[in-house]
């Protein structure tokens, strides 16, 4: 059928034919186009944060790293032990009532909760003195209940934690089971997505980077833990990527974290012979896509790093031939985008 999109292509293809862009050109134009991989980090992307922001984020980080701890207040279901010096049967080891208070022979209820170790001792010698000349009382906790945190979100075992001082991110993420897990095409994947999922204090979201924290147990991301924390880990969506082209097993698969391209390639059962030079990567949706070349041979012999895959990627190999590629150019770019690259001339090199 003769519409109007065949119309526009043709009219583009005639203003090519009549100003001398001949396919070479018109190859030569959009390889201009593709950003080459540079630098000695394995993402294609510029980081989200400029210097600044970083710069802001680590020192905060700094701050809550170097924050002094709270002094300790007993609190409902703590477990306590009173000594009584020279009154054996005054002595108690129990539980704090969920109203805060302790009972105790003469003393009768007492409320406990809110005061610091110190504290209580001296209101528990205060109750007896009416009936112990001079009492010494020594109090000891045996049970931190109320020292807790929150995990909830995408792990195995989520809910309430207790926690000490000496507690970390990492830490809760183990306790809860590390990452909930389900059954996608026979593989059981896990499906935790460190990269969104936050921690929250005082109503506050914290700088905190979990995959710096939980992977590589990076010292200020994985920062200590305080009462009352709440901690969200994302659930990845079905996300995927796929690989085309010049491969001997084409296919989509379930996108993994740190997944690599030459791993990729490898699951695709590497290149055929007839592969062109360059491996293109494109990211971003179909609308608007950002496209990467990729030099494999120079990965295998260590000259450039292997490139992080994201969530989404298309992976296309194709033919030692140009005309192939521009077919697939053709066919991946809506008409109107594929003039507007064409005379933008813009390059998405990246600097990693």
């Known amino acids: 059928m003769f519409n109007s999109r065949t119309l526009l292509f043709s009219t583009f293809v005639l203003a090519i034919a009549l100003s001398g862009c001949y396919p070479n050109r018109w190859t030569n134009q959009y390889n201009s186009l593709l950003g080459e991989v540079q630098g000695d980090n394995s993402d294609l992307e510029e980081s989200g944060n400029d210097e600044e922001n970083e710069k802001r984020r680590l020192e905060e980080l700094e701050r809550l790293a170097n924050e002094e701890d709270a002094a300790y207040h007993i ?38 909760s809110g005061l610091t170790i110190s504290e209580a001792r001296d209101a528990i010698a205060k109750g007896l003195e009416p009936y112990i000349k001079h009492p010494v009382v020594g109090v000891s906790v045996l049970e931190v209940s109320s020292e807790t945190i929150t995990i909830a979100g995408s792990v195995a075992k989520p809910g309430l934690y207790n926690i000490s001082s000496s507690s970390r991110l990492a830490d809760a993420y183990a306790m809860a089971g590390s990452s909930a897990s389900r059954l996608f095409n026979g593989t059981v994947v896990d499906v935790a997505d460190l990269e969104h999922s936050i921690i929250v204090r005082n109503d506050k979201i ?89 030099d494999v041979d120079a990965i295998m012999a260590g000259k450039k790093p292997n490139i992080a895959l994201k969530a989404n990627d298309i992976v296309y190999v194709p033919k030692d031939t140009l005309a192939e590629y521009n077919v697939f150019v053709r066919k991946l770019m809506p008409t109107f985008q594929l003039i507007n690259l064409m005379s933008s001339k813009v390059s998405n090199t990246i600097e990693l």
């Open 75 to 112: 609190n409902a279901g703590d477990k306590i032990d009173v000594r009584v010096y020279g009154h054996d049967d005054l002595n108690i080891i129990t539980k704090v009532s969920p109203d805060g208070s302790i009972g105790m022979v003469f003393v009768g209820q007492l409320i406990v």
């Open 206 to 294: 914290l700088p905190v980077d979990f995959k710096a924290a939980i992977e590589h147990g990076e010292r200020l991301n994985n920062i200590r833990l305080k009462k009352g924390d709440y901690i969200f880990v994302a659930q990845r969506m079905e996300s995927s990527v796929t690989i085309c082209g010049d491969v001997r097993h084409p296919h989509k698969r379930l996108y993994e974290s740190g997944m690599g391209l030459i791993e990729f390639l490898t699951a695709a059962g590497w290149m055929n012979d007839t592969h062109w030079s360059n491996v293109i990567i494109i990211r971003g949706s179909m609308s608007n896509p950002k496209m990467y070349k990729v």
